[in-house]
């Protein structure tokens, strides 16, 4: 009886985590570049002492949807859509180097240029810093070109270029923060040509609908799981009642 209530107990449990993964999609579904997080639920046996006659459920973190949302062209200069397996460098709240496919950029009151959600994003030498400029275009191959304060489009000059990496899914992982990090032992080099599309962005890779009986799903499968509870509780109860009438 009570190994229904391990499967029972443990199973609404990974499946209210499984749930808030699901929500967490849907709230993200309009962020640019967004990817969508994947989990599954698997049987684990209980570790410890005592026969090996009970079963966890356990979620298992899947990763992540590495395919591409659609890319939605929106005029602005400062906004970039990355092309397959390619990644903007940013630098994380630690200090450290992460990337993100959010392409919705924007220049600080100093000049630098930062993401949506306010990280630096890095260039070959470190955070980019823009000069005064009465205009600014990022080229296909992240190169940032600007017309000096005051002067005409004869001056166009380059001055700096985007660190974008190419990176496979399997080299990155996914942090709490909704970065992504380089695997251990993975060495991510810079992204030759063409890199991506100025003047658009990459939308969410989340499926709406998807997500919708994904959350219709679970909440079935929790409704169905504490009903189990309830049964194995109405269960040791009779049989308690039996016993003392023996």
């Known amino acids: 009886m009570d190994r229904a209530l391990y499967v029972a107990m443990t199973g609404a449990k990974q499946t209210l985590q499984a ?63 990355l092309d397959q397996d390619r990644w903007l460098a940013v630098q994380a709240p630690d200090g450290s180097e992460a990337y993100t496919r959010g392409g919705e950029l924007s220049l600080d009151v100093n000049g630098q240029l930062r993401t949506a959600s306010g990280l630096a ?23 940032i070109s600007i017309v000096p304060l005051g002067q005409g489009a004869e001056t166009t000059a380059t001055v700096g270029r985007l660190r ?6 399997e080299q990155l992982e996914r942090g709490p923060d909704g970065l992504f990090r380089a695997k251990a032992g993975q060495a991510l080099e810079a992204a030759a040509g063409k890199v991506m599309t100025p003047g658009a962005v990459e939308t969410s890779n989340v499926n709406i609908s998807e997500a919708m009986v994904n959350m219709i799903q679970l909440a079935r499968a929790f409704e169905m799981q504490t009903k189990l509870m309830r049964a194995a509780e109405d269960n040791a109860q009779a049989a308690s009642s039996l016993v003392r009438m023996g």
């Open 121 to 143: 994003v890095l260039g070959d030498g470190g955070p980019v810093s823009i000069p005064q400029s009465s205009s600014l275009t990022l080229g296909s191959d992240g190169s």
């Open 164 to 169: 974008v990496v190419e990176a496979r899914p």
């Open 19 to 81: 749930q808030a993964v699901n929500s967490h999609n849907l709230a993200n579904a309009s962020t640019v570049g967004f990817k969508a997080e994947l989990a599954a639920q698997q049987a684990m046996d209980v570790q410890g002492g005592g026969l090996p006659s009970r079963v966890n459920t356990q979620l298992k973190g899947s990763g992540w949807d590495s395919s591409m949302g659609s890319v939605q062209q929106t005029g602005r200069d400062l906004d970039i859509a």
